[in-house]
């Protein structure tokens, strides 16, 4: 009796391990926890990097930092026709100003803000037209002239630094890459029109005539 009792109790222990171990087996697509799957799942990419750089092409980039955002922006110097400027702009503008004739930026006609906000050089660096220049007088860089923007845009600027405004080169993977405000705005008239949508409307057609 007693040892019938003794066999009874050591089946019941080696099936109770036997569940306890079961439960643990790795079968096939099967883990204790998210974490576990993601650790063995993952081992499988190692060495394999998701990158936008393939995306980026052939767009020379500057790395800029912004409050908490570092990420690229396309480099705009080399994209300026008339730069550098200081090849006319040798001296200052009071010096160069032809009284007749054509005017040598006939081309640039400012609709932005009113003439009492801004003239030319609330923005250029009238003392070196290779540079930009904040309100208040400090210098800023040509390829940075988002910084020009957010002075009176914060908004917008904001919005941009987090990847809300504007839009990015390439994809989502890293390294970060956005286009620039001037990339989209012409500086001296950044107000798009309002456009008809593309697709024929039958409606608007009627409410048209
Ligand atoms: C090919 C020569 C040339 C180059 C290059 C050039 N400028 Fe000028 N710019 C002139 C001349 C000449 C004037 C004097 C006024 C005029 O004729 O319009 C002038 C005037 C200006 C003015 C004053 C306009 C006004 O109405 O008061 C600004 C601002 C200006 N230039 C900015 C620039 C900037 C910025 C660059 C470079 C991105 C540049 N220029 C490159 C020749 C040049
Ligand atoms: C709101 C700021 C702002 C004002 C105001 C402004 N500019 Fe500019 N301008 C810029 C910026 C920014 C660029 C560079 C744009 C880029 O990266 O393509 C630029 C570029 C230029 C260039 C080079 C364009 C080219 O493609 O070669 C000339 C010339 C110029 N500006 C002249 C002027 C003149 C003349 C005025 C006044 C009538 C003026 N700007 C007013 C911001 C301004
Ligand atoms: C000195 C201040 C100032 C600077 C610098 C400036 N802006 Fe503006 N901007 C204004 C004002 C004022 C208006 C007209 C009022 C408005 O619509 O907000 C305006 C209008 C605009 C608009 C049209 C807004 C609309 O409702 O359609 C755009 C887009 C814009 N700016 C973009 C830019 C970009 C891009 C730059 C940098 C290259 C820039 N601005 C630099 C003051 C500024
Ligand atoms: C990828 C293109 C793109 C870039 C980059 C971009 N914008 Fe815009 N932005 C737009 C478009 C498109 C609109 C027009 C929205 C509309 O008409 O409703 C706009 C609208 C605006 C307006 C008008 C107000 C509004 O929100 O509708 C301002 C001001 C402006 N942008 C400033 C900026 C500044 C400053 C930067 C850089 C920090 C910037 N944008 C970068 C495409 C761009």
């Excluded at 480099?75 to 040798?90: D, F, L, M, N, V």
């Amino acid at each position: 009796m007693k040892h019938s009792y003794k066999i009874i109790y050591y089946l019941l222990s080696v099936v109770f391990l036997m569940l306890l171990f079961s439960s643990c087996k790795h079968h096939e697509g099967e883990y204790h926890n998210v974490n576990d799957k993601i650790e063995a799942e993952g081992k499988h990419y190692q060495g394999v990097s998701v990158s936008s750089e393939a995306y980026i092409g052939d767009i020379k980039t500057i790395e800029v930092t912004e409050g908490e955002h570092t990420f690229l922006i396309p480099e705009r110097k080399t994209q300026i026709k008339s730069y550098a400027c200081t090849e006319c702009h040798s001296k200052p503008l009071d010096k160069m100003q032809n009284k007749e004739g054509k005017k040598a930026h006939w081309d640039i006609a400012l609709h932005h803000a009113n003439d009492n906000a801004m003239n030319c050089v609330t923005c250029h660096n009238g003392s070196n037209m290779d540079d930009l220049k904040s309100i208040t007088g400090n210098v800023i860089d040509f390829n940075k002239s988002y910084q020009l923007c957010s002075q009176c845009h914060n908004k917008q600027f904001e919005d941009w630094k987090g990847g809300a405004h504007g839009k990015r080169i390439g994809g989502w993977a890293p390294p970060r890459a956005s286009m620039t405000c001037v990339n989209c705005h012409n500086p001296h008239k950044p107000h798009f029109d309002s456009r008809w949508p593309a697709r024929y409307n039958t409606q608007k057609v009627k409410e048209r005539e």
